[in-house]
């Protein structure tokens, strides 16, 4: 799977933006999504992700971003999707996203493909 993120840029502090990450290469719906961010001097950090059940799709996120993130994914275009609403300065970071085919979601281990990141800053 080939994955691309686009939608970065400056915003205000309760700004919002949209990421949008495109995917190629192999059946889409086979595999798990997930978006991890990673600020200068930092490690890599859970953002959100989604997961397969028997009831349908489920959706995680990490604690710094619940509520005011939302992860969604449309099959029928190869899409995944990061809205990021009430934005603060410390989510400042360069954004991935990801597809895993198995594994624990919030680990970047996980994930065997990556997109090439897109940059959010966020000004105070």
């Known amino acids: 799977v080939q994955l691309q993120a686009s939608g970065g840029g400056l915003v205000q502090t309760g700004g919002s933006l949209r990421l949008s990450c495109a995917a190629s290469?192999?059946?889409?719906?086979?595999?798990?999504t997930g978006w991890f961010r990673q600020a200068p001097g930092k490690d890599r950090e859970f953002v959100a992700a989604?997961?397969?059940?028997?009831?349908?799709?489920?959706?995680y996120y990490g604690d710094s971003v619940k509520g005011r993130f939302t992860v969604s994914r449309d099959n029928a275009k190869n899409m995944v999707y990061l809205q990021m609403n009430s934005l603060k300065p410390e989510d400042t970071a360069v954004y991935y996203c990801?597809?895993?085919?198995?594994?624990?979601?919030?680990?970047?281990?996980?994930?065997?493909?990556w997109g090439q990141g897109t940059q959010v800053t966020v000004s105070s």
């Open positions: 990801a597809a895993r085919a198995a594994g624990t979601y919030y680990s970047s281990a996980s994930y065997g493909y």
């Open positions: 290469g192999r059946t889409f719906s086979d595999y798990a």
């Open positions: 989604t997961a397969f059940s028997r009831s349908g799709e489920i959706r």
